[in-house]
């Protein structure tokens, strides 16, 4: 895949909302979605990822949908906390391809 | 288990001048990738190499270049350095079961260029 949009660039939350992060993509042969966070100043790390076979997946506070008809895919943190602050990146690929990331989206988790 | 490795953490260098930037894979993972991650404009993809083969490359000039080595560490050669190249640049690596999937980075290598 060669395009990945993400939306929004910046989010700001009250600490104990939830906080939704939308990518598109442009790829249909697109099959593998992760999803990577990277706090300030240190290295991209994977939280989460999904795969084309599967809707939806869940893993404690976050939770990652997919519908690939309309090709996007979304992250969801529930009950934000101010460590989850940081600069959450989509990503995408398929067929054992490189991984394209989105630009980014700076979660701010305010007390 | 160590994770991937970058060196050095930081350059200077001025423009025109030539840079060598060093990647140590974790153990058992074949595939290494090079990503620039310059501000506000995400990870732009560069260069992915594994078994010792260029396996793909991004959108990115002739003289950015790298290579890996039957230790599977790898190496990104930039010359003739240019303003814009002042970024920070990511090594990931991945297993050979997880081919372009699962990459985790290194911390990176944040080179300025002057």
């Known amino acids: 895949g060669e395009n990945v949009e993400q939306h929004p660039s910046t989010l700001s939350v009250q600490e104990g909302d939830s906080a939704v992060i939308k990518c598109t993509y442009s790829?249909?042969?697109?099959?593998?979605f992760p999803w990577y966070k990277q706090e300030l100043g240190k290295r991209p790390q994977l939280i989460i990822d999904?795969?084309?076979?599967?809707g939806e997946k869940k893993d404690q506070r976050i939770a990652v949908t997919l519908n690939k008809t309309a090709k996007h895919f979304s992250l969801h943190i529930t009950e934000t906390q101010p460590e989850d602050s940081a600069v959450y990146f989509c990503?995408?690929?398929?067929?054992?391809?490189?991984?394209?990331f989105g630009t980014g989206t700076q979660l701010k988790v305010e007390l | 288990e160590a994770g991937v490795t970058q060196s050095p953490t930081h350059l200077i260098k001025t423009r025109g001048q030539q840079v060598t930037l060093r990647c140590s894979p974790i153990?058992?993972?074949?595939?290494v990738y090079w990503y620039q991650q310059a501000l506000g404009l995400g990870l732009q993809f560069l260069l992915w190499?594994?078994?010792?083969?260029?396996?793909n490359r991004g959108n990115f000039p002739p003289r950015f270049s790298g290579r890996q080595f039957p230790n599977y560490s790898s190496e990104l050669n930039v010359n003739a350095l240019e303003l814009e190249d002042s970024a920070l640049y990511l090594c990931?690596?991945?297993?050979?079961?997880?081919?372009?999937?699962?990459?985790?980075f290194g911390s990176g290598t944040q080179l300025s260029v002057l």
């Open positions: 990931a690596s991945s297993h050979r079961q997880f081919l372009g999937e699962k990459l985790f």
């Open positions: 790829d249909s042969a697109s099959n593998y």
């Open positions: 999904i795969r084309s076979n599967v």
């Open positions: 990503a995408e690929t398929g067929g054992g391809n490189k991984l394209t």
């Open positions: 153990s058992g993972h074949t595939s």
């Open positions: 190499y594994d078994e010792g083969e260029e396996r």
